[in-house]
Structures are given as structure tokens and as C-alpha cells.
């Protein structure tokens, strides 16, 4: 069904942004201290070690450029073991990351169920900054990096806890559902999270029949879709999926009649009408593991294309994809510098944080 609602913020503000701290400022450097910043060289020991890691990237990262990789890969993955820390990566990551420095890869609840079972003391979130908070709240006693605390987040800067407290004046009495893609004070206001994989299954389980869904309009649009439940939305957009369009599609599919489709339910309605799948990113990126396409269009960022190409390289993928700028922030080079000074860490108001965590939490905790 159509939406309820489609509310917005009153003003416009300035999008939220983290400015980052000098390096070995944090009292996570203070903590665990600063290392001396490995030697980076491409020499034959460097090669050698490092050939089984190109192995799983050689169909996308051409040859010439893995010198260039491999020493930051070398030297995270030692300190990354000599620091007992973990690194959790998004399938956005660019290939050398995901399959080369990553412990753990996968979508947004993925990430989140990941990071709530961490044991090491220190997780490097190569993401954007709403995981990376989303892992600290589900870690306040663990120490949370992100590599550049300015990849932000199109749909996280739509709204504030604030706006939250607004629209429950406005709907006294209804449910608010925040997609993760959110700040830590958003999520603290709110009753429950979700993400792409689950937002049907989390706005369905509150057993009311009107929800507040915030702050993505597209997936709000998607799940009233699918559900009774009447929904009122917020007018947040993902920035990269909001740029596909139902003409460019459809140009793809009369070129070749044989190609499959497979969409980031972020995109707007008239684009998941062509899609043959929609689904969260790991949902996506399972359809193409099962389904094994000849050729495939993934609407949604270009990272995850080489991700799968690289996995599963008889698979051709027709590429309109479109960079996320938050995602791309994150290089081996910062990650390296995140585990050389222990930077940036990630600070939440403990207060904050504790009411964040129970919407996290119910989500992470909802039955599959
Ligand atoms: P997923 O939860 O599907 O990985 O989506 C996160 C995201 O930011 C997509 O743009
Ligand atoms: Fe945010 Fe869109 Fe980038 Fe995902 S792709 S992190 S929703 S801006």
C-alpha cells in the first residue's frame, strides 16, 4: 500500500560530519599504545608471502597494481595479530580490503551480529561511521576504529534524535522503526532498528498497525509494499542508490533480453519494478552464488560487483554502478594508520549509548 506519511526535517541542517582527531590523540593510543609504522616495500620475501592473497582477487585487481597493495597488506594483517584486533569490512570495501585485510565481511546485520560476538578488544570497522558506532554500542568496553570517521552516510545525515522526538509528538503512541543506517543518537530515540534483510520481519513483529520508518523513504516505500501495516516515512535517500533510474534498466535488458537484475531495495520504486531480485546487500550477493547469471546488472555500489566477480569470475557483470564517496574514504593506507596509532576511535555518550543499545539489541535479538 501507498505510504501514510512522508515526513521531513523543518530545516535544513547541515549534514552530520566527524572531524577526526590528530593521530595518537585518542585514549585509545594512550591505552595500547603507538606503534613504529612498519616498512612498506615490494621486494621477493613480500611477493612470496602475500601470493595467496592476490590469488583471491587476481580476476579484478590487475598485476601491476599489487605491489602497490601488497606491503599495506602485509603489515595490517601483522599488526592486526600482534595487536589482537579485528577487522570487520562491508561488502562495499574495495576488493583488497574485503578479501585481503577482512576477518569478517557482510551486509549491515550481518556486521552488527558479527560485532556483538567479537572477542578480541579491538575492532577496525572498514565501513562507514554508523557501523562502526553500531559496533560500539554493541562494545562499549571494546576499543572501535574507524579509519576515517568522515565516511559518513547520505540516509544517517537525514536526521537527528531530535526529528525523532518531533515525529513521536506528531504520532503519539506509534512504533518507530530506524533503519542502521542512523547515528547512535537517532537509534537511542527510537523503539527498534532494522536493516535491509530484515526491515519487513522488524516492522511486522511490533504488532501495531501504524509505524513510524525512518529515515530511508525508498525502503519505507518497499517494505509498505509488502506488509498491512501502514507506514509513515521519513524523506531521507541513499545518495548512490537514489541515482539509478527505470530508463537505464530497461535500456540494459532490451540490449540483452537474457540479463538478470538485481536491485538494493534504497533504490526508488520505478527501479525495483525491473529488478528480477531486491534485497539487502548479502541477499544480493547469495541470489548470484545460487543463481550463477550469465551476465547480471547489480544496482547498487560498484565495490560489490568486483567482490563477486573476484569470487566468482565466469559470472559477467554489466556494470551502471555508482561509488558511494563514504564507503570509497576507507583505504589500506588508513587502515594501516588506524592500527599503527589507534585512531579514529569511536566516542559515544555512554547515556546515548546504553538506550541506543536496546534498539540494537532487539533487532540483532529477533528470531531469524
Ligand atoms: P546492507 O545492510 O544491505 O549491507 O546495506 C547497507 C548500505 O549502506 C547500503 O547502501
Ligand atoms: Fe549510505 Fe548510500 Fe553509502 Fe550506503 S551507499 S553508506 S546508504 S550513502
Partial sequence: MPLLDLQGPVVNRPPVTHVPAPAGSS???????????????????????????????????????????????????????ERNAVILAHNYQTPEIYNCVADFVGDSLQLAREASKVKSEIIVQCGVHFMAETSKILNPEKTVLIPDS??????AASITGEDVRLLRDRYPGVPVVAYVNTSADVKAEVDICCTSSNALQVVESLGSDTVIFLPDQYLAKYV????????????????????FTADELRMYRESDPTLQIIAHP???PDVLAEADYTGSTAGMIDWVRHNRPKRIVMVTECSMADNVQAELPDVEFVR????????????????????????EEVVIDPMVADKARRSVERMVNLQN
Fill in 27 to 81: 585514549a585509545a593510543a594512550r591505552k595500547f599504545g603507538v606503534k613504529p609504522m612498519p616498512e612498506l616495500v615490494w621486494n621477493e620475501d613480500v611477493a612470496r608471502e602475500t601470493a595467496h592473497l592476490y590469488e583471491r582477487i587476481k580476476a579484478v585487481v590487475p598485476a601491476v597494481e599489487w605491489p602497490i597493495f601488497a606491503p599495506y597488506v602485509k603489515a595490517i594483517n601483522e599488526l592486526k595479530r
Fill in 320 to 343: 551502471p554502478c555508482n561509488l558511494c564517496p563514504h564507503m570509497k574514504r576507507i583505504t589500506l593506507p588508513k587502515i594501516l594508520d588506524s592500527l599503527v596509532y589507534m585512531k
Fill in 224 to 243: 509498505a509494499s509488502q506488509t498491512k501495516v501502514k507506514i509513515i516515512a521519513w524523506k531521507g535517500a541513499c545518495e548512490v542508490h537514489e541515482r
Fill in 150 to 155: 568522515r565516511a559518513g552516510c547520505s540516509l
Fill in 266 to 268: 534504497e533504490c526508488p
